[in-house]
């Protein structure tokens, strides 16, 4: 089983660590020289703000609604994404970081664990050492742990940040709900391909016939769909 931890708007909640401030109110963070919005707290994108949004478009929506702005500050970023990669590292003995504010965590050999609670254990211990919440994926492979991780974030009232796809039923739900262009490892110029030959859902895509797609996407896009069928390679 493979998991994925995902920081929940990253850049924003570490602002939010040193500056309690800006609990509860609308915040976006800016890129380098202040170009455009690369994090925005779950308030800002209620308001509809985009991400990569550029900020000379969205400055005086932003005055008008409220929306607090903070310039980028990597350097905390870093320190930030450091302490929660340390202390996952506790819970699982393969980490693979995947970016700044990402996971892969290797549960092999955890199969009589409860990986909820052992989820819920993680989440707990990060939000009270360092301040970031975030939520976890469960699945069969690195893209239905994915796709399970965009469950957890989207309903986190029903999910408390935690998601597991452990049955065919739940898999093959999750697939129908995930749109393609959402499908972690889909570009924009293959979302574009599939949908030209109607094929709207990750579900759709993982039971396209595997001559298709590695013609149409090579094995790179044919490895993909085995992860979505849930037989990683």
Do not use: Q
Request: net charge positive; charged share 25%; proline share 4%.
């Amino acid at each position: 089983m493979y998991g994925i931890l995902d920081c929940n708007n990253f850049y924003a909640s570490c602002e939010r660590v040193f500056n309690p401030a800006l609990n509860n109110t609308p915040l976006i963070v800016l890129s380098n020289n202040d170009g455009c919005a690369v994090a925005r707290s779950n308030e800002a994108k209620a308001l509809g703000i985009k991400m990569g949004e550029p900020y000379f478009k969205i400055k005086k929506f932003c005055e008008d609604n409220g929306v607090k702005v903070m310039s980028s500050n990597y350097a905390l970023y870093g320190d930030m994404s450091s302490r929660v990669m340390n202390i996952v590292s506790r819970y699982c003995d393969s980490v693979e970081i995947y970016s700044i504010d990402e996971a892969f965590l290797h549960f092999r050999g955890y199969e009589y664990y409860d990986l909820e609670k052992h989820a819920k254990k993680i989440m707990d211990y990060v939000l009270r050492a360092t301040g970031i919440p975030v939520s976890i994926g469960f699945g069969p492979s690195k893209a239905l742990a994915k796709a399970a991780n965009r469950v957890a974030k989207k309903f986190p009232e029903r999910t408390k940040g935690i998601y597991i796809i452990d049955t065919e039923e739940k898999r093959k739900k999750v697939l129908k709900w995930i749109k393609v262009p959402d499908v972690w490892g889909i570009g924009s110029r293959y979302a574009a391909m599939l949908e030209r030959h109607s094929v709207r859902t990750a579900f759709e895509f993982a039971n396209l016939p595997d001559d298709f797609v590695r013609d149409k996407m090579t094995v790179v896009g044919l490895r993909l769909k085995h992860d979505l069928m849930g037989k990683p390679s």
